[in-house]
């Protein structure tokens, strides 16, 4: 039998690099979770993707036990890196940051595809391009 489910929590943390700290302690706390255990599953499953952070879905039972569900990171954190920048622009129309191209929205897309809400490669590649634009990236041709 399946047990039952109290809670399903939702945290972006830092892959491989978690703490008891907020937002993950007070987040898992208050349900009686062990954040110990946690953070040391999460920092295991995630080392690959240091520093970068991730969205995790924590699924809290009855009996105190949870499960996880490490996502893609944000396209927003993958366009920021492709570009080389340290932050989106605050006025995207006018003043642009960075530029990417469209091999790198490709592969972006591609390591996001099972996240994003597309049926093929170009319709995800256009969710990309269009997270780059009001960020203020332009995606330019190779």
Known sequence: MAKE???VIKLQAPGGQA????PIGPALGQHGVNIGQFVQQFNAQTASLNGM???VEITVYKDKTFSFLVKSPPAAVLLREAA???KGSGVPNKE???KVTWAQVR???ERKQKD???FDMDHADRIIAGTARSMGIEVIAE
Do not use: Q, R
């Open 5 to 7: 489910i109290a809670k």
């Open 19 to 22: 703490t008891p700290a907020p």
């Open 53 to 55: 952070t991730v969205p």
């Open 84 to 86: 080389g920048v340290a």
């Open 96 to 98: 642009k940051v960075g």
């Open 107 to 109: 592969t972006i897309s």
């Open 116 to 118: 994003l809400n597309a």
